[in-house]
């Protein structure tokens, strides 16, 4: 089996890469790239994404061809695909960091800053809170609710369907931590830095 | 409900732990990896490494002991020490830290904390504010705590906040090194003038002091050298006293 991290100048992705190698051993292949053919040839495909909304999704249009191969293969052939943070919330219509942006739409909402109540809670929501499981998911089999998930973002994904929802968490409201639809999965929090819990949602997403 | 966390730092020179933990099991006490694996085996919240070689032809050595502790250490993993470059910044972080500590270069040239935090976004960017008390204020240190700037450290932590700082590791220079706890006021006052976390750093010497860089200096971290090493503490049991004193933490 062949997964592919795709690597887009999304930032720092060694920690996902580290993570994956990991969980995956010997039995899995994982590629790091951008090459269209290896990620159409893939069986699954983890979409990182670490800085602002507008600058991953200026870097996945920054290689030619790379959102229509992801659109693809998430959407028309319906293979796994997994977005970790920001690239979780690129799966929303739009954005609104530094300035309104288009995403790629896999999951109708928006995704907006947290609403901190005036400064009561500081931003970036950084460290380790609990998720609220909201909805059975292969991905978190075997983990509990309530498990410590990693988390370092400013923005949330604002999903219109709630249903896609699987898991919140509490950080001046219910923040959405984790959403799935169909074979998307994503999660807002960092697996790759979650510890255990986190390389057991690896190692779920690797197995499904 | 968000966590507060608790990080053990390792002094690392010339890709050797300076300090650290010694216990009798351990193969190499030496080996920044082995000691990063312990703590966060035993519930770190994050690990950190402080960089304190001197010598610029042994600089490198800290890129290989960044990329061996990725490999092996599931938990955040911020470098600090020497950082003087946005180049620096992204060879830590291809190596595979998580963020980049920036202490002397963030004063001396802000440009890079504005420039950094663009490139690699505010999560991976913490200012490192080392103070001393001078008066009724606090003025920043450079240079490993030799050189002072006269810079209000108040002042600094605002602008480093608004240049795209993700956190600020606080550290009170009149406290480093003596074990009788964090400077509560610096680290209160700098917290209420910013909305970004703030780790409290320097002057840990038991784990009271851990609970008051929580709950009276507001901390969102409180970061930890010397009552890690040695066994003195470990990361578990400062958590479970944390816990016994009402502070939430990850057990």
């Known amino acids: 089996m062949n997964v592919t991290i795709v690597d887009y100048n999304s930032g720092n992705i060694s920690s996902v890469i580290n993570s994956f190698r990991e969980v995956a051993k010997d039995k899995v292949n994982i590629e790091v790239t951008s090459d269209l053919n290896k990620i159409k040839s893939s069986d699954k495909v983890v979409l990182p994404g670490q800085g602002s909304f507008k600058s991953c999704v200026d870097a996945l249009n920054k290689i030619d061809g790379l959102v229509d191969t992801l659109s693809e293969f998430a959407i028309n052939n319906k293979k796994p695909l997994l977005g970790i943070c920001v690239g979780l919330q690129m799966f929303a219509d739009i954005g609104y960091e530094e300035v309104e942006t288009k995403g790629l739409g896999w999951i109708s909402g928006k995704v907006s800053k947290i609403d901190n109540q005036g400064g009561k809670f500081k931003l970036p929501h950084i460290g380790w809170n609990e998720i609220n499981i909201k909805k059975e998911s292969k991905i978190f089999k075997g983990i509990e609710n309530n498990s410590h998930m990693y988390f370092v973002h400013s923005y949330e994904f604002v999903p219109e369907d709630k249903s896609v929802i699987s898991a919140t968490t509490d950080y001046s409201t219910d923040v959405v931590c984790a959403a799935e639809k169909e074979n998307i999965f994503g999660t807002q929090f960092h697996p790759e830095k979650s510890d255990k819990s986190g390389l057991k949602i690896i190692d779920n997403f690797i197995n499904l | ?251």
Request: aromatic share 6%.
């Open chain 2, 1 to 251: 409900m968000l966590k507060n966390r608790i990080i053990p730092c390792l002094d690392v020179k010339n890709g050797r732990v300076v300090k650290g933990i010694n216990f009798v099991d351990l193969q190499d006490a030496g080996d920044p990896v082995e000691q990063a694996k312990i703590y966060s085996d035993g519930g770190a919240d994050e690990i950190c490494f402080l960089d304190i070689t001197a010598s610029n032809e042994n600089r490198d050595t800290i890129y290989e002991v960044v990329e061996r502790t990725s490999k092996k250490c599931f938990v955040p993993l911020t470098v600090g020490g020497g950082v003087r470059s946005v180049d620096d910044i992204n060879k830590l972080l291809n190596c595979g830290a998580d963020k980049v500590s920036i202490n002397t270069a963030a004063v001396q040239n802000p440009e890079v904390v504005i420039e950094s935090s663009k490139k690699f976004g505010s999560q991976c960017i913490v200012v490192a504010i080392d103070a001393k008390k001078n008066g009724d204020k606090w003025e920043i240190f450079t240079h490993g705590g030799r050189n002072n700037t006269g810079i209000d450290a108040i002042e600094f932590a605002k602008k480093m906040e608004d240049s795209g700082a993700g956190e600020l590791l606080v550290t009170s220079m009149d406290r480093d090194g003596t074990q009788v706890g964090y400077d509560i006021e610096l680290m209160s006052k700098i917290s209420s003038q910013v909305n970004i976390p703030v780790i409290a750093s320097g002057g840990v010497g038991n784990l009271d002091h851990l609970v008051d860089g929580i709950k009276l200096g507001n901390a969102s971290a409180v970061l930890a050298a010397s009552i890690f090493h040695y066994g003195k503490h470990s990361v578990k049991e400062a958590k479970e006293y944390l816990d016994s004193k009402g502070i939430p933490v990850r057990i």
